[in-house]
């Protein structure tokens, strides 16, 4: 008589929720619907989100759209100064913000990793519903994955903004003109700092938090308050240098800038010099460059002092003309009066800072 051969039966699904993500969490079923309704929708609940509908139906927009989108893997999830959810809402707002776009919608694309906290999701869902309602902006359609345990970090989240430009408005890499002054709105490295800090467990002195941040509302005054900004350009990853090398080449200019006249805390500083790291190459999240004419300059800074995000802005450079048969370049001039080529970097300084 054969004997039966001994087979393990069992369900891959669990059939009820505990304090961590599953692989059913993901799978369409039971718990997938608790996850969506007990903290995704209602975190972002409005009218659009709330149809469940395969795609978020919306009001006609009169004007020109602008359309980004991006991802957030960060690591550490937390850091002083914000985490991946608010992150992931001022980062999304900065892009649309820097086309003068006043921002109106966002998707959220959510990749957990089997094992994330529950807890740990919640809190970074609600930073996100709270940063997004301070902005003014509305989540209307996300999806959810999830993916083994080892295959991910946790949380990574991928969004998409739109937003509406005023037909008047029109500002790009094109538009920046030889003699245009060179404005950042605050001191810089402070985001990439923060989450170093965090990451590697190091202790700096002084303060040293992230600048994340919404830029729209000063770029919406400098807009109604008739200031002629030619370019926007937020300073993200590659920081200050990276951005001003990307539209050199973009705009087909040279640009020359002052390092003793660019703004760096002295935390940060400080933590750069330990570390061998240029403050001009670390990531912000709350910072941006503008290009204008000289006479709109002292109008400019007067708007960006009056608010606390760009309360350290100042005018760092001009916009140089190509010289025939030159390639476009960034020249520094050091704090000892010498002058440097602000090259681009060959890799990265900190990789997963936003």
Request: hydrophobic fraction near 40%; glycine fraction near 10%; aromatic fraction near 4%.
């Given at each position: 008589?054969t004997?039966k051969?001994?087979?393990?039966?069992h369900?891959?699904?669990s059939?009820?929720?505990?304090?961590?993500?599953?692989?059913a969490?993901g799978g369409?079923g039971?718990l997938?619907?608790q996850?969506?309704?007990?903290?995704?929708?209602?975190a972002?609940?409005n009218s659009?989100l709330?149809?469940?509908?395969?795609?978020?139906?919306?009001?006609?927009?009169?004007?020109?759209l602008?359309?980004?989108t991006?991802?957030?893997?960060?690591h550490?999830?937390?850091?002083?100064g914000?985490?991946?959810?608010?992150?992931?809402?001022?980062?999304?707002?900065n892009?649309?913000?820097?086309?003068?776009?006043?921002?109106?919608?966002?998707?959220?694309?959510f990749?957990?990793?089997e094992?994330?906290?529950?807890?740990?999701?919640k809190?970074?869902?609600?930073?996100?519903?709270?940063?997004?309602?301070a902005?003014?902006?509305?989540i209307?359609?996300?999806d959810t994955?999830?993916?083994?345990?080892?295959?991910?970090?946790q949380i990574?989240?991928?969004?998409?903004?739109l937003?509406i430009?005023s037909?008047?408005?029109?500002?790009?890499?094109h538009?920046?003109?030889?003699?245009?002054?060179?404005?950042v709105s605050?001191d810089?490295?402070?985001?990439?700092m923060?989450?170093?800090?965090?990451?590697?467990?190091?202790t700096?002195?002084?303060?040293l938090?992230?600048?994340?941040?919404?830029?729209?509302e000063?770029?919406a005054e400098?807009?109604?308050?008739?200031?002629?900004?030619?370019?926007?350009r937020?300073?993200?990853?590659?920081?200050l240098?990276?951005a001003?090398?990307?539209?050199?080449?973009?705009?087909?200019?040279s640009?020359?800038?002052?390092e003793?006249?660019?703004p760096?805390?002295e935390s940060?500083?400080g933590?750069?010099?330990i570390l061998?790291?240029?403050?001009?190459?670390?990531?912000?999240?709350?910072?941006?460059?503008?290009f204008?004419?000289?006479?709109?300059?002292?109008k400019a800074?007067?708007?960006?002092?009056?608010h606390?995000i760009?309360e350290?802005?100042?005018?760092?450079?001009?916009?140089?003309?190509?010289?025939?048969?030159h390639?476009?370049?960034?020249?520094?001039q050091?704090?000892?009066k010498?002058?440097?080529v602000?090259?681009?970097?060959?890799?990265?300084?900190?990789?997963?800072?936003?």
């Amino acid at each position: 008589m054969t004997p039966k051969p001994n087979i393990d039966i069992h369900c891959p699904l669990s059939l009820s929720a505990d304090d961590t993500i599953r692989m059913a969490h993901g799978g369409g079923g039971r718990l997938m619907q608790q996850l969506i309704h007990e903290i995704f929708l209602e975190a972002f609940s409005n009218s659009y989100l709330n149809a469940l509908q395969d795609s978020a139906v919306l009001p006609t927009l009169d004007g020109r759209l602008a359309m980004t989108t991006d991802s957030y893997v960060v690591h550490p999830l937390f850091f002083p100064g914000g985490d991946i959810g608010s992150l992931a809402i001022h980062g999304t707002v900065n892009d649309l913000a820097m086309m003068g776009a006043i921002p109106l919608y966002v998707s959220a694309g959510f990749i957990l990793e089997e094992g994330l906290s529950v807890d740990t999701l919640k809190h970074v869902v609600s930073s996100m519903a709270n940063s997004a309602q301070a902005c003014g902006v509305q989540i209307v359609c996300g999806d959810t994955k999830v993916v083994d345990r080892g295959k991910g970090d946790q949380i990574f989240i991928n969004t998409t903004g739109l937003g509406i430009i005023s037909p008047s408005c029109h500002i790009g890499p094109h538009h920046i003109t030889p003699g245009d002054r060179i404005i950042v709105s605050g001191d810089v490295g402070r985001h990439g700092m923060a989450v170093l800090s965090v990451r590697e467990g190091l202790t700096f002195s002084g303060d040293l938090a992230s600048d994340s941040a919404p830029l729209h509302e000063l770029v919406a005054e400098l807009i109604e308050k008739g200031v002629s900004v030619h370019c926007l350009r937020d300073l993200t990853r590659g920081g200050l240098a990276s951005a001003l090398n990307e539209l050199t080449t973009t705009a087909g200019v040279s640009m020359a800038i002052n390092e003793s006249h660019i703004p760096v805390s002295e935390s940060v500083r400080g933590a750069c010099e330990i570390l061998g790291l240029d403050p001009l190459y670390v990531a912000n999240e709350g910072r941006c460059v503008l290009f204008l004419p000289s006479g709109d300059v002292e109008k400019a800074l007067s708007i960006l002092k009056s608010h606390a995000i760009s309360e350290h802005a100042a005018e760092i450079g001009e916009v140089l003309p190509l010289v025939s048969n030159h390639t476009p370049q960034v020249i520094l001039q050091t704090s000892y009066k010498t002058h440097r080529v602000l090259d681009l970097l060959s890799g990265e300084q900190l990789p997963r800072i936003c």
